[in-house]
Structure formats: C-alpha cells, structure tokens
C-alpha cells in the first residue's frame, strides 16, 4: 500500500527544554515539569499548528550530575499520568509515552497503553526503549543492567505478547475476547486483556537507536523510528536507506517513518537567531577543568566530554590552557586542530556565522560550548533558512519529518510554530489541517485486522 508522502513533525517534549541552560532563558518555566496546566497549554499549541503528536520521554533513575549536562533527565512526572492529563486537553494530536520492557511486564503495558488510546479516541503510541543507564537495575530490585543482547531478546518477545493481548481484547464489532496463551523464552501469558481491542488496533509503535538489534527491531515492528545522532548528512542519509531497505525486507516500506531530532533556534532574522543561540550558551554552567570521575553515569543521557577548556583542547587536538572564553582564536591555532577539531569548526561557522579569519572570528567559548556531543541536531536561522533545512533533509532522503526538541519551554515551541510552521505550509510541505481523528490516521496507516493468537490454529 503505497501513501503520499508528507512531512512529519512531533514534539519531544522535555520540560526545562533540550538545550542544557534552557531552563535560564527568560521566556522559560523553570518549574515546568510539574504544571500540568502549562504542558496541557503547550500540547494544545503543538496540536494547533498540526503536529502528528507530543512525545513523553522517561527514565527510571536519576543522576544529580545531570543539572549541568541534561537537567529536564533528572525528574518529570510519570508519562502514562501526564499522557491522560493532556488527553484531556486535546482532541486531535498523538501522545507517545515510554515504556521500557526491560523492567516492564507485557500485560501491563498492554492494557495500560490500550486504556490510553481509549481514553484519547485513538492517539495513543508506546515508545519502546530498553534502557541503557545501569542504575535502574538497583531500583528494581536486581543486581545488574543486563546487556544489550538480552534486552532486546527480551523486547522482541514482549512485543509480540503486547500485540497478541492488544488483539485479544473484545473489538468494536462484537467479536468476544480470546485467550492468548503465549508460552515463550521469557513470558508465559494466559489472556485475554481486560480492555477492549484499542480504538487503532494496534497502538503506534515507536522505536530509536543505532545498534543493529534496534535497527532490525525497527524496521520490523516501529510505525515511526527515531534516527539517532550522526555526525554528519551523508550518514544520515546512509542511516536512513537502512532503515527503508530493512523495512522493505519484512514487506513495511511505505509504513516505517523516520524522524531525527531536531533543535531549531529561530528567530525573525539571522543576527537575531544567532544572538539567540550566543544566550543560552553563555547561560551554561562549565565544568570544572579537571575533577575526577565521569561527567554523567555511564549510560546516562548526557554522558560524554565536559564543557570546560580543557576537554575542548582534547577534542580540538591543541592547547586552550588559560585562554579567555570570550577572545578570538587565532588562526594559526585553528589550522593547527585534529580531523575531527576541522569538523567541528565547520559546525560552529554553520550555528553561529563566526569564520576563522573573517569579520566575526570563532572565540574559545565556541571551542567550549561545540565539545559535548549533541542529543539532537540543531539548526539557527531565521523561518527561510529553518525551512530550508527541513526541506533539503526531507527532500534529500535523510528524514520524513523531524522530532522537535524545543531549546527551552515554552518560547522555543512558540518561535517555532508561529514563525516556521506557517511557512513549511507555505511551501506546500506541510498540512493545513488534520486528515483524521487517530494518530495512524496522520501517519496514513490503516486499522490493522486482528491476528490469528498463539492459543488459535492458523489459516491454511
């Protein structure tokens, strides 16, 4: 079954916003983690400039390190409660929730994901992760994280089962609930679930990452899949034919959609953008330059090098010892820098317009703040060049839409709806209105039929 295809756009919704200090800007709610009012009000304005859904991330441990690296990672209320909150408040826009199997058992997210798409006339979707920060193990009673194998063995089994108790459920034409009897690996499941066959048949599935066991996975199973970081287009690119080509395999290509994340500073003009950009950097709390032990928990979001001179200098392949975060680099020390330093230049001449050797020349902050790997790509400009972006991705076979994560709440979700939103329509990009009531009708996926369950003989 082949759709038109068009672009996509959900809201990564992390409370203090996607950029480390956005919790700082002025236009943000440092509190908003817990106002429901407020993301109640933010769902709803994503849901007036058409987005396909709101996306509610999770974790299941906390790390206090977190506040200088990724402070909306370190408390949020519970998703599934957060979800029914802005069911409540929206009619039209999708609600991901995250629920990770690796210290989930099937028949509960079954019928709690089941419950949710009822309660939300049919927009709900399950982000299924399997967990890479190690400290949930010691807050669910077991002594360690297992590794990536079994997580996903355990995942791809769980999966089925919630599939099975999702069609097991009584449906809307009558059809009595049905045993599911699945006895397996890991789960043995009698049924059949307690809440009728979900409005969409099947809640969406969302999946991401970048291991070939979540690749395949994906492919396989994920209605949208969400392309991790990578460090430049071309990659991007290759990530995305993968994807397509595995899906093509198990006879899904035209239903896998794929979004990277995407941070857009935005603004009226350019100077305005960037300037905009320049803030909430200098809002940062650096690290120290040299203390002991990891920045974040290893699997922590957010890991990786810390922002002070002196990873910089690490990563860039030259001294920044002593050096004025606010003075110019000379040129002579940028020709001087590693492969990946010239790299990394690039990317800052592209988010802040400053040059090597031109008028506006790259100073150390720069160096600073372009050293910690990103969570998201980001983009700073004005509504044309935004849009330019989006369109050369989409067009380019890099992505079918993107993920939005917002630098700070709720500012960056007004910028970008009321400024960048208007003029993807404009270009004929980007729906005017909604096509549908449920998510998989903005996705163009039908209703699946009900499957034969594992406790039923097969046709044939």
């Known amino acids: 079954m082949t759709f038109e295809r068009e672009l996509h756009l959900g809201l990564m919704f992390w409370a203090t916003g996607t950029h480390a200090a956005g919790w700082r800007h002025p236009d943000a709610r440092a509190d908003a983690a817990y106002d429901i009012a407020l993301i109640q009000e933010v769902s709803a304005q994503a849901e007036r400039a058409k987005f396909d859904f709101v996306f509610l991330g999770d974790r299941l441990a906390s790390d206090p390190a977190l506040q200088h690296s990724n402070p909306a990672q370190i408390s949020r209320l519970e998703p599934y409660v957060t979800a029914t909150a802005i069911a409540a408040a929206t009619s039209r826009i999708g609600i991901v929730v995250t629920a990770n199997p ?16 009822h309660v939300s006339d049919g927009r709900a979707a399950w982000n299924l992760v399997t967990g890479a920060d190690a400290a949930a193990a010691y807050n669910f009673g077991r002594d360690t994280h297992w590794d990536t194998a079994k997580r996903y063995e355990w995942a791809e ?23 599911v009897g699945h006895r397996g690996t890991y789960f043995s499941v009698d049924g059949p679930l307690d809440v009728a066959r979900p409005p969409q048949g099947q809640v969406v599935l969302f999946n991401a990452g970048t291991s070939d066991q979540s690749r395949e996975l994906g ?14 287009l071309e990659l991007r690119k290759e990530y995305y034919a993968d994807i397509k080509a595995r899906a093509a395999r198990h006879g899904r290509e035209d239903q896998v ?6 941070t857009p500073v935005v603004a009226p003009t350019t100077e305005e953008a960037v300037a905009l950009y320049d803030l909430l950097n200098s809002l940062l709390v650096l690290d120290p330059e040299e203390e002991p032990g990891e920045l974040v928990r290893k699997g922590g979001i957010g890991e990786g090098h810390r922002r002070n001179l002196s990873s910089a200098g690490r990563v860039f392949g030259v001294d920044l010892t002593g050096a004025d975060l606010t003075a110019e680099v000379p040129a002579e020390t940028l020709a001087a820098v590693s492969e990946e330093g010239a790299r990394r230049l690039a990317e800052i001449t592209r988010l802040t317009r400053r040059t090597i050797d031109g008028p506006r020349r790259i100073t150390y902050g720069d160096l600073v703040h372009a050293t910690p790997a990103e969570l998201s790509h980001t983009v700073v400009g004005n509504p044309d060049e935004v849009a330019d972006m989006i369109q050369e991705w989409f067009e380019g076979g890099a992505a079918d839409g993107f993920n939005i994560y917002p630098a700070y709440v709720p500012g960056a979700v007004t910028t970008f709806t009321e400024l960048v939103v208007p003029e993807l329509q404009r270009r004929g990009l980007y729906r005017k209105d909604y096509g549908g009531r449920t998510l998989r009708d903005h996705l163009g996926l039908p209703v699946p039929p009900v499957r034969p369950l594992p406790s039923q003989p097969k046709e044939g």
Not at 157 to 179: F, I, K, N, T
Not at 219 to 232: L, N, W
């Open 157 to 179: 089994e769980c999966v089925q089962v919630v599939r099975d108790l999702w069609d097991s459920g009584a449906d809307a034409q009558g059809g009595a609930p049905r045993p």
């Open 257 to 262: 959609t794929i979004l990277p994340g995407l």
């Open 102 to 117: 690796t210290y989930s058992d099937p028949y509960s997210i079954a019928r709690l994901m089941a419950s949710l798409d």
């Open 219 to 232: 492919a396989r199973e994920a209605d949208i899949v969400f392309a991790g970081p990578q460090p430049t």
